[in-house]
């Protein structure tokens, strides 16, 4: 299954990530992005093999420059995670903890996106997303049925 957050603007097409997950043996995949304020999102901490070893969410101080982007690739298992969940302090089931408990199997894989990514997710975010659209649109890179006459 592939869980795509509704705030997520993409470049890249899904396609090679999915056969990616498909084709190796994890339980589960992230899509990274390098980003220049990794505070503001979910940033992976790596172990020395390369492999996200945990998840934080908006960290005071981030251990990489990348970001994890709201696409996530996962097997059936993903339900016996969450049914094992607890909320978190706001009373919510949190994909983080999904993600981390797959990393602490190690059954977390991670592919990491070269176009564009914007997250709509604030209104700043929402314009600059915009733009880049747009600029696809002006560019002839998209149809016009895709993104609205």
Sequence with gaps: MCVILGDNVLEDSLDSFARQFLESQQESMVLLSHVSDPE?????????????????????????????VGVYFYAPSV???????????????????VNNVYARRK???HGVLHGFWGDAGTTEALFRTSAV???WRIAGMMPAEVVGR
């Design 79 to 97: 339900w016996s995670i969450v049914d094992a969940l607890a909320p978190s302090r706001r009373g919510e089931l949190e994909i983080t903890d």
């Design 133 to 135: 659209v747009r600029s």
């Design 107 to 109: 059954q977390l894989a």
């Design 40 to 68: 503001r999102f979910g940033v992976p901490t790596f172990g020395t093999d390369g492999r996200i070893i945990e998840i934080t969410e908006k960290p005071v101080r981030a251990s990489s420059s990348f970001a994890v």
